[in-house]
Each structure stands twice: as C-alpha cells, then as structure tokens.
C-alpha cells in the first residue's frame, strides 16, 4: 500500500482527467436541459389537444360552454361565423361563406371534358391498333410487335 501512496502522477493527467470530467458535467447539463424543455413542450401539444378536444365535444353538442377535465371553453355563435374561446383566446374560427353555383358547374364541365378527351384517346389507340400491321411470325407466338414506319 505504501507504494500507491507515495506514486507521483503528472500534472498533465489529473489535468485531462479536470477537463474530462468538466466536459461530462457540461454535456449532461446540455441534455437534462433538453429533456426537460422537451418534457415541458410535449405537455403543451397535450393541453392543446385536450382543449382541441373539448371545443369538439361543445361544438358537437352545441353547447355554449364546456368545461372537462378542467378545460374551459366558451362557443360563440352567430349567422354567419362560430368561434370557440379558451382563456380568452380563439381555439377555432369557422366563418361560412356562399359558394357561386356556377362553380358546381364548371366541375362538371371538367368531368365531361376530360371524359370526352379520354374517349377520343381510347378511340385513337383502337384505331392505330386495329390498322397496325402484324408479322406472321409473331401471330404465331400471340406477340404483337409494334415497328417504326417501313423502310427503316
């Protein structure tokens, strides 16, 4: 035992061995940091969804006021907009509007056009294949091969 108590270790070693331990307090401090910042914000996604949630459930029932869970939330209603309150803020703002009619028919407009262009195309590629010839060797084998124009 006398031997380890008397050993001498540079001063270089007990140095690294400050700065190691040094840098392992600054990286853990780092990630218990961010574990707890990560902990806090996940919390907060949580609150929001519960109050999410409960402006659901009183929208769905139409009731003006909820509360669950300890989650308040007021609904304001009039002709033409809903909201939904929790703490004073606004959860949810749905106003309705008028759509034109003419924007129903200009869809089917759309439809019945590319309907149209999808007929003429099934139309065209009956045609080209009913007019392109095939080799009597690949009729045989039930292969069609379509070639570029003759002469190449």
């Given at each position: 035992m006398e031997?380890?108590?008397?050993?001498?270790?540079?001063?270089?070693?007990?140095?690294?061995?400050l700065i190691a331990l040094?840098?392992?307090?600054?990286l853990t401090t780092l990630v218990l940091g961010e574990l707890g910042d990560s902990r806090q914000q996940?919390?907060?996604?949580?609150r929001?969804?519960?109050?999410?949630?409960?402006?659901?459930?009183?929208?769905?029932?139409r009731q003006d006021q909820l509360s669950i869970n300890q989650v308040s939330v007021q609904v304001e209603?009039?002709?033409?907009?809903?909201k939904v309150y929790h703490?004073?803020?606004?959860?949810?703002?749905v106003e309705r509007t008028k759509l034109p009619a003419f924007t129903l028919l200009e869809?089917?407009?759309?439809?019945?056009?590319?309907?149209?262009?999808?007929?003429?195309f099934q139309g065209l590629t009956s045609l080209f294949a009913s007019r392109t010839p095939v080799p009597k060797s690949h009729q045989a084998r039930g292969?069609?091969?379509?070639?570029?124009?003759?002469?190449h």
């Amino acid at each position: 035992m006398e031997k380890l108590k008397n050993r001498r270790l540079p001063a270089s070693l007990l140095l690294e061995g400050l700065i190691a331990l040094a840098m392992f307090g600054v990286l853990t401090t780092l990630v218990l940091g961010e574990l707890g910042d990560s902990r806090q914000q996940r919390l907060e996604e949580l609150r929001q969804g519960e109050v999410l949630r409960v402006a659901k459930m009183a929208i769905q029932t139409r009731q003006d006021q909820l509360s669950i869970n300890q989650v308040s939330v007021q609904v304001e209603r009039s002709a033409k907009s809903l909201k939904v309150y929790h703490e004073g803020k606004v959860v949810i703002a749905v106003e309705r509007t008028k759509l034109p009619a003419f924007t129903l028919l200009e869809a089917l407009v759309a439809l019945l056009v590319i309907s149209g262009g999808l007929l003429v195309f099934q139309g065209l590629t009956s045609l080209f294949a009913s007019r392109t010839p095939v080799p009597k060797s690949h009729q045989a084998r039930g292969v069609v091969a379509l070639s570029g124009p003759a002469g190449h």
